[in-house]
């Protein structure tokens, strides 16, 4: 089995390789700059770890890794406009906009979705992609609701912002690898609680959400309750499926 | 044959009875603003009139038409924010960010290209998707060159911002009603020919691109050479082209 840290290089191979259509110009720069951004490649690694776990080689399921990391990509582009989050700060670097100005950091984020589907799109069937165009309207929803505040259950609300894509991220390794309907459910299910485990985590060291609700040591709890139902979830899986339990693990304890 | 009009009622009786995902909860009056703004449908009916001259129902061919019609509404809602042209009414009425806020209009613009390649998943093959993706990835950059600036030859923008979804909805009408790829080289000559002629007649009636350049004659006696290569372009197809020869008359002397 590859490591999740050899899944993260595989990713950040494929993507640095990845030929954007001449149309785009010199807007080219700036997508790139927002998929090149360091980040933890969390979905990607999750869908080649289950690709492989189910029996696909990396390079049947790099474009459905890539096309998740594209659509996050894009989220985190729009999510930080100034009518939005407005946030000048990503990931250490300026974000889109700040570095480029609104109206190309809006055009950027247009053209990492459509890129996103312009990979679904090299599978031979559209299940990839009819995955990723429902996570991302999930996506859409949750992010909706967060603006406009009304949403009083914080599970909901990351179960649409988080949750949908990275059980996307799972669904998406499963129809890459060719798993049947009837044989995903398994592994759907703990695709479930994977979303659930990073948002907890993620509240943890942002110091709001779950966080906020039931201090440190009950979120922590919180975590450490998500991360045994998910590998609960990995030993009924009929696959060796260590490399996700390693992600499990990591994903409990990540420090950023 | 289905004439253009009764073409145009069964793009409106689709997306009036499209069904998007419940996640996006009260986003989706927004969504619905931004589809149902009876415009033209230009690009659905030739997808459609394609389709049909190619050998396929309707039926078969509408959610590449609706997709198309979705990736076109997409982009309008975008360019008309604050941040690109700033244009507080579209066809008459309040444009999306007038109307919704620009965050909302930012998140519709997003959900409505994701629904477009949730449509083109309809599809038990991947190219109605992948010719989507790549028409709307040059749309993207066209948009970047015009707001830059940059373009010094208005043909290769109009090629870009208008000419690629014309080119793309001829192309999609002939990946949906199966035609083979060596079969499809005259009605892609035939699309090319198409967006050209849109826009000069668009151009017309703002009274900018081509009319700025060549005067109110000058534009119309392009846009009549225009029609007359696409007439020429249907004449060497195979095919019952009767009703996409009657979208180009219409198209040559349309007045709004």
Known sequence: MTSPEQLRALVDEYLDGLQLVPELGDLAEAVRYGFEGGGKRVRPVICLATGEAAGAPAQQVLPAAAALE?????????????????????RGRPSMWARFGEADAILTGDALLAEAFRQTAFYPTPEVARELAEATLGMIGGQHLDIHGEVHDLATLHRLKTGRLFAA????????????VTDQLPWRQ?????GLLFQIVDDVLDEDGYFAIHGADGARALAAEAAGHAQERLAAIDADTSVLGEIVTDLAVRTK
């Open 70 to 90: 594209l659509v996050h990509s894009f989220s985190l582009v729009h999510d930080d406009l100034p009518a939005l989050d407005n946030d000048e700060i990503r």
């Open 190 to 194: 703990f695709g479930e609680e994977l």
């Open 169 to 180: 991220s799972v669904g998406c390794g499963l129809w890459a690898a060719e798993v049947s």
